[in-house]
């Protein structure tokens, strides 16, 4: 029964060659921008490496003091870290690190802009890199405040080419000299946790200063034993914040864990650690979807509609050769459901195409989008829901024309 | 076949309504060739319309090979109709975007066949009206004559008991005229019962009898 109205499909949509390309191209297009946005945020939000354990983890992103003057919101100090964030029930490993931002390396009197992170030895237990040559840093190397600094592979390459031996060799950040005990893969920057083109261990900083300070340049990392303990982990770090005496001059002092998510959504609608945007930023970004789906869907709809009249003697013949309403709305929601099926697949063709250009334009830093199977499955939903939402209008006014009138028409 | 007992039918549109069937009592026996005559606008293709189960009487009762139609639901209606009934119109109504094999499966759709009996099916009663060799035409590259011929093997595929033709040589030539005629006598011969609207006395004298039709009203 179904194959024989894919089969009817086929055969209309083959003869309306011109609606067919203009019904194609809105839905492949729209897939299109759908299938790479999704990727774009399947790759900020989903686990890939080295955040394996993305899934189990909680960051600890900002902080928001308030006086009676004013609030403010900015990066947490090493302070508040060191007396909140160790031995938290239900965690299993934390790293602090610190985001030194962009420092200048020199190579043949020419300069170079490199991202510098400071971290700790967990850092890299927690975060699974691809290590490519020597070794990540130890606790020993931080306990003992070694100068060894990882690079990525493009800073490898920019600084030594291929070919040589990097390992051993040492380079100048800010003035000092480190060695190079290791070279990573890149890694994209949407991945504000992992991304960074040197790391060095935290311990190294010229002086102790940043211990003493509430604000600074620092986040956390904390690695659950499941999610089931994020609530009490939470709890407990935002308790112990509260409890700590607040810096000269201001009231409150507030911090959260949060998932990566949550931290997004917090950049977005606004500052306040105490809230939780997670639910807003979901629901936004599905009302986005949504409307953005709405669309083609829309166009498709009006399409459909507006063949009504062209298609008024077939449907004046098939009911009365025996085409019952209902016969006619399943007929033309395969119709659509093939058609948007067929712009899905396009659509698809073009996102692998277009994802890979971005890939290879290094408009995104290390960008590095597939196309998963998962986002396919996302595209083919939405193909379908695509065909069956613009399909099920039209066909039901269609089923409903007066076959009387419709046979009116004139001849084919 | 077909009994109609005082039936009628009205149509109204915005200001005036216009009745187009006015107590029409008719009966059409099996194996009969009934021609419909009379002139433009009184309600022929109604009648039509009627006996075929596209449109239902606003008054009177109408029966179909027994069975009494009245509150019946669009799938059953529909059914009857497939089984029962096949038209064949003034104007072709041919499905464009087709082919002609496939226009003359339509009526097989809606039963459970395999898509090698349809095909079969649809291959003989093309045989029946000497199409065998324009299967795969697209009805835009057939004359007037070979659309309507296409059009008749599409009524006759499902073999239904009553075939109802609407002015079917209306838009042709006398010569392809009488081609069609010659094939609604020999389906007639085979045991089905014809209705068919014609304005042309010469067609109505081939059938067995004809019923004139004035402002909706029957006369003789
Ligand atoms: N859908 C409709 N809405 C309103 N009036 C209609 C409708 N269909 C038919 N009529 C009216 O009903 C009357 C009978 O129409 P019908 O089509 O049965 O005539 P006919 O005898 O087939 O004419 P013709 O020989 O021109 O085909 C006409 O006056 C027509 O205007
Ligand atoms: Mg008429």
Redesign the interface.
């Known amino acids: 029964m179904i194959?024989?109205y894919v089969?009817?499909a086929l055969?209309?949509l083959a003869?309306?060659k011109f609606f067919t390309f203009i019904s194609l191209f809105g839905i492949s297009l729209t897939l299109l921008v759908l299938m790479v946005t999704t990727a774009l945020l399947d790759h900020v939000f989903a686990p890939h490496p080295p955040e394996v354990h993305a899934g189990r983890t909680l960051g600890i992103y900002g902080v928001s003091v308030q006086s009676e003057t004013g609030s403010g919101t900015g990066f947490l100090g090493y302070k508040v870290l060191d007396a909140c964030a160790r031995d938290l029930p239900g965690v299993e490993e934390t790293s602090f690190f610190r985001l030194h931002g962009y420092v200048s390396l020199y190579r043949n009197g020419e300069k170079l802009r490199s991202f510098l992170k400071g971290t700790d030895a967990s850092y890299w237990s927690i975060l699974d890199f691809d290590l490519l040559e020597g070794r990540t840093f130890d606790a020993t190397d931080f306990d003992q405040r070694r100068p060894v600094v990882v690079i990525n592979r493009t800073t490898r390459e920019k600084l030594f080419g291929r070919q040589s031996a990097v390992l051993g060799q040492s380079i100048e950040i800010d003035g000092r000299r480190f060695e190079i005990v290791g070279v990573v893969e890149d890694v994209p920057i949407v991945r504000i946790v992992a991304y960074s083109d040197l790391w060095v261990p935290y311990s190294t900083a010229r002086n102790d200063d940043y211990q003493q300070q509430y604000r600074g340049d620092f986040m956390a990392i904390l690695l659950a034993g499941s999610r089931a303990d994020f609530p009490r982990i939470r709890a407990e770090f935002e308790a112990r914040v509260a409890a700590m005496p607040p810096p000269d001059g201001f009231d409150v002092v507030r911090s959260g864990a949060d998932t990566f998510f949550e931290f997004m959504s917090r950049q977005i609608f606004g500052d306040r650690m105490e809230t939780s945007h997670a639910g807003r930023l979901r629901w936004l970004l599905t009302l986005l979807a949504f409307l953005f789906l709405l669309l083609p869907t829309l166009n498709l709809v009006n399409l459909n509609l507006s063949r009504i009249l062209e298609r008024a003697?077939?449907i004046?013949?098939?009911?009365?050769?025996?085409?019952?309403?209902?016969?006619l709305v399943v007929q033309f929601v395969i119709e659509n459901v093939v058609l948007t099926l067929l712009g899905g697949l396009i659509g698809f063709l073009l996102s692998v195409l277009v994802l890979g250009v971005i890939n290879r334009s290094g408009f995104i830093p290390y960008a590095d989008f597939g196309v998963n199977l998962r986002v396919f499955l996302w595209g083919m939903l939405f193909a379908v829901v695509f065909g069956v939402l613009s399909g099920v209008f039209p066909a039901w006014r269609m089923a409903r024309l007066d076959?009387?009138v419709s046979?009116k028409g004139?001849?084919? | 076949m077909i009994h109609l007992e005082n039936v009628s039918k009205s149509y109204r549109t915005e200001r005036i309504e216009t009745l187009a069937l006015d107590s029409i009592n008719l009966e059409v026996e099996t194996g009969e060739f009934v021609a419909i005559m009379g002139p433009s606008g009184c309600g022929k293709t109604t009648l039509l319309n009627l006996m075929g189960l596209l449109d239902t009487p606003d008054q009177g009762t109408l029966s179909l090979d027994g069975e009494a139609i009245g509150k019946q639901s669009d799938r059953s209606l529909s059914r009857l109709r497939n089984r029962k009934v096949g038209f064949i119109f003034q104007n072709f109504h041919l499905v464009g975007d087709l082919s002609v094999v496939d226009n003359v499966e339509i009526p097989l759709l809606y039963r459970t066949l395999s898509s090698r009996e349809r095909r079969e099916l649809a291959a003989e009663a093309l045989g029946r009206v000497g199409l065998s060799s324009r299967i795969s035409h697209l009805p835009a590259q057939l004359s007037g004559g070979q659309q309507q011929r296409v059009a008749v093997a599409r009524a006759i595929v499902g073999r239904p008991q009553v075939l109802l033709a609407d002015e079917p040589t209306g838009n042709l030539d006398s010569q392809m005229g009488d081609e069609i005629l010659d094939l609604l006598e020999e389906l007639n011969r085979d045991g089905g019962t014809v209705v068919m609207v014609t304005h042309d006395p010469r067609m109505a004298e081939r059938a067995h009898r004809t019923v004139r039709l004035f402002d909706g009203r029957q006369v003789q």
């Open positions: 194959r024989k089969q009817l055969k209309v003869r309306r003697s077939e004046g013949v098939r009911r009365a050769f025996g085409a019952s309403c209902g016969h076959p009387v046979l004139s001849s084919t």
